[in-house]
């Protein structure tokens, strides 16, 4: 989706900018394409680290469907900050199956595991994109408001579009003038 806003975008920039800004605009595409991989990236071995984490903590704990749900713990990382909402949830009915004890250790070490993964994604995300943490965690609300699961979804890939967009365009015009 977010792929086929980037050519979109590619497209109306290279058209209806002058001719000495043509070179600029497919260099500000090729850097919003390389941000948008890199964040993809991110995500995916952070869910990645995220599934694993999870499918060795059940194993241990003896909690039962081990694969269903850290596949399901991979799957919902990539959704940022409310996956870990619609992962606990099963994670916590499956683990009271175990028992309490081992549901109250299994949500423990999975909120270690998150906060670990999330300063993990932040980090790389400000140092790759130099966009604040705070601007991550913002553009996450307002796109969540504005377009519901699909804005969380492309909160991120959104604000990097927008931070190129403004550091390529819209900055070099006003320091022009």
Do not use: D
């Not at 043509?22 to 850097?31: E, H, P, T, V």
């Not at 948008?36 to 995916?44: E, K, P, R």
């Not at 992962?87 to 175990?98: C, D, Q, R, W």
């Amino acid at each position: 989706m977010v792929f086929i806003i980037l050519i979109l975008l590619k497209n109306v920039l290279v058209t209806f900018t002058h001719a000495q800004y043509a070179l600029q605009a497919r260099s500000s595409f090729l850097n919003s394409t390389i941000a948008l991989t890199v964040s993809f990236f991110q995500h995916f071995f952070s869910a990645i680290f995220v599934g694993v984490c999870a499918f060795f903590i059940m194993s241990f704990l003896g909690i039962k469907y081990t694969v269903l749900m850290s596949f399901w713990a991979f799957v919902t990382n990539f959704i940022p900050i409310v996956g870990v909402i619609f992962e606990f949830v099963p994670l916590a009915l499956v683990g009271l199956s175990s028992g309490v004890e081992s549901m109250v250790w299994l949500l423990v070490l999975m909120s270690v595991i998150h906060g670990s993964a999330f300063i993990f994604f932040l980090f790389v995300m400000r140092g790759y994109s130099k966009i604040n943490p705070f601007f991550i965690i913002l553009a996450i609300l307002i796109f969540g408001q504005i377009f519901n699961v699909l804005g969380i979804l492309i909160a991120v890939p959104l604000c990097l579009i927008i931070k190129l967009f403004w550091t390529n365009f819209i900055k070099p015009y006003f320091e022009r003038g």
